[in-house]
């Protein structure tokens, strides 16, 4: 009797293991990989700063999108949201199969004004931003490195959500416009990851086609879900968060197989539609 080689990792891996499930991008790629046996793990069922649970079943890949993404308050608990963000990424390479990790456009400083490629230096801002960058350095050599921006989606907190709620109360709105990226839909990322797996490891930027600041986004949130919010444009001096944020951060892919996003327009309004 012949058997069959085991198929390559391809795009359409037999058994995976998200770990982050209950967050904004692990409900996409749960969806976006339904076709696939996925052992799900949200943070009560394995908190990623401590090492895996016993009893995980054998996987083919692992999709790691646990992670603390606090942006503000990791610059009062840089330990704690490094034991999360760079011990979680090594746990989840310790499980020993091809790994997707998700980093940010964070772990740039935002001093270019034409978009970032992968072989642009890192040299990020933030307690948050560090983290990311480490983590990246751990997640191994059998790890597809995903930096991605400015992601939202239909569940969870993230910046259409605020907005939406925000403006559905008030008149006017007050909206950095000096920070210029790429608002990426969780439901085209996941789609994209899809491909990816199916691609060479390494560093990968995944983010929506087009770009435009946070006080754009918020504009166009409220045009297509049809508010009258009127959205004021302030500086992020006026805004004081603690955490710094790259001034720009728009990226892109320099290889030439890179699985491309829609547009962040299309994204917003795949997202409107299912809200
Ligand atoms: N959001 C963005 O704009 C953005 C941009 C670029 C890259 N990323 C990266 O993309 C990944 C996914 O982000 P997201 O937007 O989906 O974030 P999210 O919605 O906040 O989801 C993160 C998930 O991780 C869980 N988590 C937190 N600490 C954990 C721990 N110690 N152990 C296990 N799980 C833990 C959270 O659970 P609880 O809520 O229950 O704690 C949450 O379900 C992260 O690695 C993030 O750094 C995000």
Same mark, same amino acid.
């Given at each position: 009797?012949?058997?069959? +080689?085991?198929?390559?990792?391809?795009?359409?891996?037999?058994? @995976? @293991?998200?770990?982050?499930?209950?967050?904004?991008?692990?409900?996409?790629?749960?969806?976006?990989?339904?076709?696939?046996?996925?052992?799900?793990?949200?943070?009560?069922?394995?908190?990623?700063?401590?090492?895996?649970?016993?009893?995980?079943?054998?996987?083919?890949?692992?999709?790691?999108?646990?992670?603390?993404?606090?942006?503000?308050?990791?610059?009062?608990?840089?330990?704690?949201?490094?034991? &999360?963000?760079?011990?979680?990424?090594?746990?989840?390479?310790?499980?020993?199969?091809?790994?997707?990790?998700?980093?940010?456009?964070?772990?740039?400083?935002?001093?270019?004004?034409?978009? %970032?490629?992968?072989?642009?230096?890192? !040299?990020?801002?933030?307690? %948050?931003?560090?983290?990311?960058?480490?983590?990246?350095? /751990?997640?191994?050599?059998?790890?597809?490195? &995903?930096?991605?921006?400015?992601?939202?989606?239909?569940?969870?907190? !993230?910046?259409?959500?605020?907005?939406?709620?925000?403006?559905?109360?008030?008149?006017?709105?007050?909206?950095?416009?000096?920070?210029?990226?790429?608002?990426? %839909?969780?439901?085209?990322?996941?789609?994209? &990851?899809?491909?990816?797996?199916?691609?060479?490891?390494?560093?990968?930027?995944?983010?929506?086609?087009?770009?435009?600041?946070?006080?754009?986004?918020? +504009?166009?949130?409220?045009?297509?879900?049809?508010?009258?919010?009127?959205?004021?444009?302030?500086?992020?001096? +006026? @805004?004081?968060?603690?955490?710094?944020?790259?001034?720009?951060? /728009? @990226?892109?892919? +320099?290889?030439?197989?890179?699985?491309? $996003?829609?547009?962040?327009?299309?994204? $917003?309004?795949?997202?409107?539609?299912? $809200?």
């Amino acid at each position: 009797m012949e058997h069959a +080689e085991p198929d390559p990792l391809g795009a359409r891996p037999r058994r @995976l @293991l998200l770990t982050g499930a209950g967050g904004q991008l692990g409900t996409a790629l749960r969806a976006a990989f339904a076709g696939d046996e996925v052992v799900a793990l949200a943070h009560a069922d394995w908190d990623v700063a401590l090492p895996p649970p016993a009893g995980l079943p054998e996987v083919d890949l692992v999709l790691h999108t646990a992670g603390w993404t606090q942006v503000d308050a990791a610059e009062d608990d840089p330990q704690t949201a490094a034991a &999360v963000n760079v011990g979680g990424t090594r746990h989840a390479a310790e499980l020993g199969v091809p790994l997707v990790h998700f980093s940010t456009d964070y772990v740039f400083d935002g001093t270019k004004r034409s978009p %970032y490629v992968e072989s642009d230096g890192p !040299n990020p801002l933030s307690a %948050y931003g560090r983290t990311k960058l480490a983590s990246e350095a /751990v997640a191994g050599e059998d790890a597809w490195v &995903v930096r991605t921006s400015w992601l939202f989606g239909a569940t969870g907190s !993230n910046f259409l959500r605020t907005i939406l709620r925000l403006a559905a109360e008030r008149d006017d709105l007050a909206v950095v416009a000096d920070q210029r990226g790429c608002p990426t %839909y969780v439901g085209h990322l996941a789609v994209a &990851v899809r491909e990816l797996v199916g691609l060479p490891q390494g560093v990968w930027h995944l983010a929506a086609d087009g770009d435009c600041t946070w006080a754009d986004f918020a +504009e166009a949130i409220v045009a297509e879900a049809g508010l009258r919010c009127r959205i004021r444009r302030i500086t992020t001096a +006026e @805004l004081g968060r603690p955490a710094p944020r790259p001034a720009y951060s /728009v @990226l892109r892919s +320099e290889r030439p197989d890179a699985p491309t $996003l829609p547009h962040w327009r299309d994204g $917003l309004r795949a997202c409107l539609a299912l $809200l």
